[in-house]
């Protein structure tokens, strides 16, 4: 066995991410993305966990200079999802089979505390399913009171560990916040999600390198990296979107080094390619998947970036069709909420 390889698994370091994300040699890739796959069937098995994506509101307070919805771009129309139709909503998801969902926004501060109470309470009641919320940085004592009320997991991404990049992406915000709140989730208890973009403007290869020592050290329990892909009504619009080979190579890393961690194919791979981006992804270390189930009505104006898939199906469609595309490469849906150390039994007795 290649011994950068091992030497990445077992003693990780900045100079052999570095080589592996950079390296042009075709057999050393391939190496690589087989031993991600074999790291990720022996940590985590071949069950891919289903995290079904409510996008809740799309109105922010953020400027970030890659986001289509950030506060600046007017050409948005705005909605918000009424607390009650959000609960419904999740409830759909459940009854298709979904058994966690994860609800998404803007930073919209007009939902109290009460209402994201409210929200996680009767979603819990459905029956065994996770809540992960992605709602941004907010104050240490609404993280616990969210936590309090049932909220499982809480997806906040770094977007990138350079600080200089960081300020000129997210005027008003920073990278030491945006650490401090991760510090925070785990503090409190919750399973925390982080993650990049990948091909900012202005990134190096060194400071994604940096990204993964940082999940590394962090013990961040999911996640999510996606290309950077550009949005023509943001500051953005005319930078290059990011690659999608290096994102492979991004996951097939996290995978070696941080070994059981709940690795995304992101939406914005499978917006870059659409036929094969999600199954190459789960070829080469992802384990979960997040379909859309945003009625269309609102998803269509949650663009955080341009292209993502507009097409309504059903939620039990949906499941029907992954259960196939998973099927032809081995892997099966997991019917569990997915947690990070829950025990598997499909695990321990190899099934598939
Ligand atoms: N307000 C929430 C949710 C943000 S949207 C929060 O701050 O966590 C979810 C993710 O979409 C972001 O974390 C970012 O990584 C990604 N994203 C935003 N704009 C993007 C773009 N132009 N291309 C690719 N990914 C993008």
Redesign the pocket.
Known sequence: MNHRLRRLYNEPNREDIIYFLETSQKDELNALYSFADQIRKQYVGDAVHLRAIIEFSNY?R?G?L???INRANTRVQRYRISREEIVSIAADAYKSGYRTVVL????DPTYSIDDYIYIIRKIKKLGDIAITL????KEEEEYFYFYSAGADRY???H?TSDPILYDRLNPGMSLENRIKCLKTLKRIGYQTGS???IGLPGQTIESIADDILFFLEMDIDMIGC??????PD?P?KDSPVGSEELTYRVLAINRIVTRNTLLPATT?LSTINEHEGRKLALMRGANVVMPNVTPLKYRQLYE??PNKKRIEVSSTDMIRDLETQFHQIGRYISHSPGDRYQEDPYIANGHC
């Open positions: 922010c953020c970030c890659y986001c289509g998404q926004s803007g930073e992605a709602c941004g940085e997806l906040l991404k977007e993650g990049i973009m996606g290309p950077f892909i550009p949005h943001t953005l914005a955080i970036y």
